[in-house]
């Protein structure tokens, strides 16, 4: 009798231990508790679905069976790579041809008060916890980010309705390993608008649902105006 094959969980040899989680970057004070925030949920209901629907996907695969729509990249073109590959923090971005497609969404995004660096729409197929768990990852945001500068996360407004999937974080221990006792989900309904320190955070979306999810990702640099900008998006 064959048993039941083990459930994933990273190890020492995982990719994203070798990601630096101490660093002396800037970091906002409203993240420093539990490394993630959760603002009030947006009414998107004026953002019609073609804005997403119709932008340029990359196959690009990143937390699952994913594509991208590039809105900021390193040079402006549509490329999902890390800046660093381009010799540049990932900041100072530049918007690529797929903002002509979204300009509602775009005017929400360009009011934040933020340094991005990627901004993109993620497309993610469905995928259960378990299977999800297989792409659990830190993000490596901080690659050729100056010290003593900001410290970039990255954030996340839900464009499809999701109620029943959810981003599943984890906080690393003292070994950059996910510690299991901290397992969080952040629900993803419509308008789902947080902020994950996701290079110090462990996850991963789990989307249990029959068709995919939209979501767009904006990575920002950590500053005070950031800070106190979330701060008033979650009163």
């Known amino acids: 009798m064959s048993s039941a094959p083990a459930v994933f969980w990273p190890h020492s040899e995982h990719w994203s231990v ?6 002396d970057h ?3 004070p409203i993240m420093a508790e539990k490394g993630y925030a959760i603002m009030k949920t947006l009414d998107i209901s004026h953002i019609p679905e073609s804005e997403w629907l119709d932008l340029v996907y990359m196959d690009w695969k990143s937390g699952g069976d994913t594509n991208f729509a590039p809105l900021a990249s390193c040079d402006g073109t549509l490329e999902c790579k890390g800046f660093w590959e381009n010799g540049k923090p990932d900041k100072h971005a530049l918007f690529t041809p797929n903002i002509d497609k979204c300009p509602t969404l775009m005017a929400y995004i360009k009011s934040i008060p933020a340094n991005f660096g990627r901004v993109r729409i993620i497309k993610l197929e469905p995928q259960n ?14 690659r050729l980010n100056p010290e003593r500068e900001g410290w970039v996360v990255r954030m996340w407004i839900e464009l499809t309705d999701n109620p029943d999937s959810y981003m599943l974080l984890y906080d690393s221990d003292e070994n950059n390993l996910p510690i299991r006792e901290s397992e969080t989900h952040v629900p993803m309904p419509k308008g789902a608008h947080f902020v994950v320190d996701s290079q110090r955070l462990w996850h991963v979306g789990v989307h249990n649902g029959t068709k995919p999810r939209y979501a767009a990702i904006i990575s920002c640099e950590s500053t005070p105006e950031l800070d106190a900008w979330i701060k008033a998006k979650m009163s």
């Not at 070798?18 to 660093?23: M, N, S, V």
């Not at 916890?129 to 901080?142: F, T």
């Open 129 to 142: 916890h378990e299977q999800a768990l297989r792409s659990v990852h830190r993000d490596d945001n901080n």
């Open 26 to 28: 800037y970091r906002m």
């Open 18 to 23: 070798k990601i630096p989680a101490q660093t």
